[in-house]
């Protein structure tokens, strides 16, 4: 069910991350009413470097009109 992409730069600890996806699968789980056991997170670095072309230019600028929690940055 459920699967959520996060890219970030880097500098988080695996613990972290390990922390940050379990807590995502609960709030997912809880708010779309489905078992944590169907919900994946995967997190990745990218480095601020590769930012506008790796997830801006990819991710975000084509889905603004969908995106329901929108940045409040750009990369213009």
């Known amino acids: 069910m ?5 890219q970030c730069f ?3 600890t695996d613990e972290q991350k390990k922390q940050c996806a379990e807590r ?3 709030v997912v789980a809880e708010t779309l009413g489905c078992k944590t056991s169907s919900v994946s997170v995967a997190i990745t670095d ?5 930012w ?3 997830v ?13 929690k929108k940045p409040g940055y750009t990369c213009e």
């Open 46 to 50: 990218v480095p601020e470097a590769a």
């Open 10 to 12: 880097p500098g988080r």
């Open 24 to 26: 995502i699968a609960d």
């Open 52 to 54: 506008k072309e790796k």
């Open 56 to 68: 801006w230019d990819r991710y975000i600028a084509p889905e603004l009109n969908d995106l329901y």
């Open 2 to 6: 459920p699967h959520i992409e996060i």
